[in-house]
T-cell receptor, first 117, second 114 residues
Framework: GAVVSQHPSRVICKSGTSVKIECRSL??????MFWYRQFPKQSLMLMAT?????????EQGVEKDKFLINHASLTLSTLTVTSAHPEDSSFYIC?????????????FGQGTRLTVV | AQSVSQHNHHVILSEAASLELGCNYS??????LFWYVQYPGQHLQLLLK??????LVKGIKGFEAEFIKSKFSFNLRKPSVQWSDTAEYFC????????????FGKGNQVVVIP
């Protein structure tokens, strides 16, 4: 299957600083990339959908000024958590989708564990 | 928008027991359906998927799922589980045509006791 690489896998930062997470599709061009947040013992919550070269579409309740998404190319999307606070500590997962013969398949990165202290 | 429900969040069973995890979705149109697995400390991996054709889909590691359109269900089964099947299992749905959003259920935490 296709490979999606997410970096870093773990990051600890101080409250008030910003953190950038990268998501790359290594062997295919992703038509769309998605960013999820996973709370302990809960499902993945979709934060935003991004298409290359256009602004991301954020889900209701997700602050677009806090979670900046840049989708510079068909293989790279970044999520920047700005002015991070302890409540932003979570597991962030990216996904890249590929359209094949009329259907869409999603591939996931390994996730980033963000801890804000 | 599409949504997914999974019941019995915590499942504990012994090795060699049979496993069935329920998944129901709500969406008015045609959908593609997936089961993903997340082993402890690892990222999400695709177990199996349904796009069209035979509603009984076989995946990796002996898992299978059956799409029953009339019931909006896509239940996951494995006849005989192993300790290594301890993981979290997520059902997901995406419209075949439309919003391109993959919606996940809350997951089933499965623990297999040796």
């Amino acid at each position: 299957g296709a490979v999606v690489s997410q970096h870093p896998s773990r990051v600890i930062c101080k409250s008030g600083t910003s953190v950038k997470i990268e998501c790359r599709s290594l062997d295919f061009q992703a038509t769309t990339m998605f960013w999820y947040r996973q709370f302990p013992k809960q499902s993945l919550m979709l934060m935003a959908t991004s298409n290359e070269g256009s602004k991301a579409t954020y889900e209701q309740g997700v602050e677009k000024d806090k979670f900046l998404i840049n989708h510079a190319s068909l293989t790279l999307s970044t999520l920047t958590v700005t002015s991070a606070h302890p409540e932003d500590s979570s597991f962030y997962i990216c996904s890249a989708s590929r359209d094949l013969l009329g259907y869409t398949e999603a591939f996931f990165g390994q996730g980033t564990r963000l801890t804000v202290v | 928008a599409q949504s997914v429900s999974q019941h019995n969040h915590h499942v504990i069973l012994s090795e060699a027991a049979s496993l069935e995890l329920g998944c129901n979705y709500s969406y008015g149109g045609t959908v593609n359906l997936f089961w993903y697995v997340q082993y402890p400390g690892q990222h999400l991996q695709l177990l199996l998927k349904y796009f069209s054709g035979d509603p009984l889909v076989k995946g990796i590691k002996g898992f299978e799922a059956e799409f029953i359109k009339s019931k909006f269900s896509f239940n996951l089964r494995k006849p005989s589980v192993q300790w290594s099947d301890t993981a979290e299992y997520f059902c997901a749905v995406i419209p075949t045509y439309g919003n391109n959003r993959l919606a996940f259920g809350k997951g089933n935490q499965v623990v297999v006791i040796p």
